[in-house]
């Protein structure tokens, strides 16, 4: 399958689906600039400093060698949704130094793989998982920086914490004493319809405050926004956007590989991609 029929076949294919791949170190680095450009813009609309917003480039299904050209083009650290994929890259590429933020659903029989390698993971939803995670960081001797993961769409395909269930995981947390609480993590809604992805917002920015006034989450982090969405997500907020396909280029995998139709599909989910037989 071609990049591009896989892309318009994607269930979640993204509303503008022209991203170019990156392939030299100038398509990077033009890309970057076309984004950093479009944050600081979305920023100067908000009224908000550029500056307290992070971007991170997620860089899933995109193979190492092509890593090494982006980290040439000033790409530090990447964010990755499968821990396999992501701690396979980080021992290929650990000649680099990339920071590797881990930004998908992690099953606890996996907590020891993040603790090995992960500089940060961005899907922590269940007390288990904070559990596991705690046994296996305080065995190696470190800690590690967490957002916690909200599902703030409703929709069943999503993982996370439901936004009523938010402040007392948060305010069980400091029982895990290797887990950094930085902030709340989400994916809005996969829709069209901007006043809905903006509504999934302004529930985070909402349970973020209400959080902070608690004192249960850290610095109050919000990590939301992707290629097709970052600019409403600076708007309502964010200070963290997560951004793959406007950086390397438009994925051959189809997202439904990583937000599964329902939860209960990816219990049963091999850590193969899905092939077209
Ligand atoms: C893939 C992914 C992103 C980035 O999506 P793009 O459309 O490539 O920008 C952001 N967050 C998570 C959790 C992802 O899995």
Not at 111 to 128: M, T, Y
Not at 134 to 160: C, I, T
Request: charged share 25%; hydrophobic share 40%.
């Amino acid at each position: 399958m071609t990049e591009s029929s896989a892309a318009a076949q994607s269930p979640q294919s993204s509303p503008s689906p022209s991203y170019t791949t990156a392939v030299t170190v100038e398509d990077f680095r033009r890309n970057l600039d076309a984004v950093r450009a479009r944050i600081d813009a979305a920023a100067k609309r908000a009224g908000r400093d550029a500056t307290e917003i992070r971007l991170l480039p997620v860089s899933k299904t995109v193979p190492e060698e092509r890593l090494r050209t982006a980290f040439a083009a000033g790409i530090t650290q990447m964010g990755e949704n499968k821990v396999q994929e992501a701690q396979r890259k980080s021992e290929n590429l650990a000649d680099l130094g990339i920071s590797w933020s881990v930004i998908g659903h992690l099953q606890t029989n996996k907590a020891k793989n993040v603790a090995a390698f992960a500089d940060e993971f961005q899907a922590l939803d269940s007390p288990r998982l904070a559990g596991a995670l705690d046994r296996r960081l305080q065995a190696a001797g470190r800690g590690l920086d967490v957002y916690v993961q909200v599902n703030s769409s409703g929709e069943p395909s999503k993982f996370g914490l439901e936004p009523d269930d938010v402040a007392d995981f948060l305010a069980a947390l400091p029982a895990y004493s290797s887990l950094r609480v930085r902030g709340l993590m989400t994916l809005a809604a996969n829709t069209s319809n901007e006043a809905r992805v903006r509504e999934c917002f302004s529930i985070m920015r909402r349970l973020r405050d209400a959080a902070l006034e608690a004192g249960t989450v850290g610095d109050g982090l919000l990590s939301m926004g992707m290629s097709g969405d970052f600019e409403a997500a600076i708007e309502g907020g964010s200070t963290c956007v997560r951004v793959g396909q406007a950086i390397f280029g438009a994925r051959a995998t189809p997202d439904s590989y990583y937000w599964p139709e329902s939860s209960e599909a990816n219990q049963s989910q091999t850590d193969q991609p899905p092939t077209n037989s």
